[in-house]
């Protein structure tokens, strides 16, 4: 299995475990997770969830081959797919979400760290959120986010032109707390996660709604609207062109759109 869990001393992990493939994820791995998540959230062992990736890679994004040949559908089969499952799972998460993050987080695997409250990222890790560059659309709430995180300018450089970001720029902006070497990312994050064995579990969990509240309404409709768009951009001819030059090893050509 791609996606591995385990809990220990009250930190439910979910492991990214497909290193062949850069832990690119697919449907069945989307899905998987949003399970982990929710069987956490439901578990009164769990304390803390902690989202990990494998040594060099926490993930690629989707799975490019995957996800074409079996694009979510449009409207209300759009909005139940298994990558909207997983973020709702994390958006509702209600225990703290630690994220270990070691070499590249590309597309959903830098977003999904907006939704995560504490970041910790090694000396090698590259973000990078190159939507617009395939064809489609920021998601996860991102056009939200990234804004309000960056500033417009900044913003602008990352979702329009998809320019990568170092682990230093992360925690500048706030999406992440520390960079630390690769080889303590994993340890460092689970010590943040088991403290929350010593912390009242009830009050941790409606301080956490509490710092959410404001916002979710928005964070909520922005990734119905994101996703609506998304959906709709997957059979656009700019997205077609993207992966066959994807697929084919060449430059894409968008100037005949």
Same mark, same amino acid.
């Given at each position: +299995?791609?996606?591995?869990?385990?809990?220990?001393n009250?930190?439910?992990?979910?492991?990214?475990?497909?290193?062949?493939?850069?832990?690119?994820?697919?449907?069945? +791995?989307?899905?998987?997770?949003?399970?982990?998540l929710?069987?956490?959230?439901?578990?009164?062992?769990?304390r803390?969830?902690?989202?990990?990736?494998?040594? /060099?890679?926490?993930?690629?994004?989707?799975?490019?081959? #995957?996800?074409?040949?079996?694009?979510?559908?449009?409207?209300?089969?759009?909005?139940d797919?298994?990558?909207?499952? =997983?973020?709702?799972?994390?958006?509702?998460?209600?225990?703290?979400?630690?994220?270990?993050?070691?070499?590249?987080?590309?597309?959903?695997?830098?977003?999904?760290?907006?939704?995560?409250? =504490?970041?910790?990222?090694? #000396?090698?890790a590259?973000?990078? +959120?190159?939507?617009?560059?395939?064809?489609?659309?920021?998601?996860?709430?991102?056009?939200?986010?990234v804004?309000?995180?960056m500033?417009?300018?900044?913003?602008?450089?990352?979702?329009?032109?998809?320019?990568?970001?170092?682990?230093?720029?992360?925690?500048?902006?706030?999406?992440?707390?520390?960079?630390?070497?690769?080889?303590?990312?994993?340890?460092?994050?689970?010590?943040?996660?088991?403290?929350?064995?010593?912390?009242?579990?009830g009050?941790?969990?409606?301080?956490?709604?509490? +710092?959410?509240?404001g916002?979710?309404?928005?964070?909520?409709?922005?990734?119905?609207?994101?996703?609506?768009?998304?959906?709709?951009?997957?059979?656009?001819?700019?997205?077609?062109?993207a992966?066959?030059? =994807?697929?084919?090893k060449?430059?894409? #050509?968008? /100037?005949? =759109?």
């Amino acid at each position: +299995m791609h996606i591995r869990t385990a809990t220990l001393n009250g930190v439910a992990t979910v492991e990214i475990a497909r290193p062949e493939k850069k832990n690119a994820l697919t449907l069945e +791995m989307y899905q998987a997770m949003a399970d982990a998540l929710n069987a956490a959230r439901e578990d009164d062992a769990v304390r803390a969830v902690l989202l990990a990736g494998q040594p /060099g890679i926490f993930t690629s994004g989707n799975d490019i081959e #995957d996800f074409v040949q079996r694009r979510p559908g449009d409207g209300s089969d759009a909005m139940d797919s298994p990558v909207m499952r =997983f973020m709702r799972a994390l958006l509702e998460c209600d225990k703290p979400v630690v994220a270990a993050v070691t070499g590249a987080a590309i597309g959903i695997g830098a977003t999904l760290l907006l939704h995560c409250d =504490f970041v910790y990222v090694s #000396d090698e890790a590259r973000l990078a +959120m190159p939507f617009v560059s395939l064809g489609l659309v920021p998601e996860f709430a991102s056009s939200l986010l990234v804004p309000q995180l960056m500033g417009a300018r900044r913003a602008a450089e990352r979702l329009l032109l998809g320019d990568p970001f170092t682990p230093e720029q992360a925690v500048e902006c706030g999406i992440a707390n520390a960079v630390l070497p690769a080889a303590e990312v994993l340890r460092h994050a689970r010590r943040i996660a088991e403290r929350f064995n010593t912390l009242p579990p009830g009050a941790v969990r409606e301080a956490k709604r509490l +710092m959410c509240a404001g916002q979710r309404e928005r964070i909520v409709a922005t990734i119905r609207a994101e996703g609506e768009r998304f959906a709709a951009r997957l059979r656009s001819p700019e997205a077609i062109e993207a992966f066959s030059a =994807f697929f084919q090893k060449r430059a894409p #050509d968008f /100037g005949k =759109f």
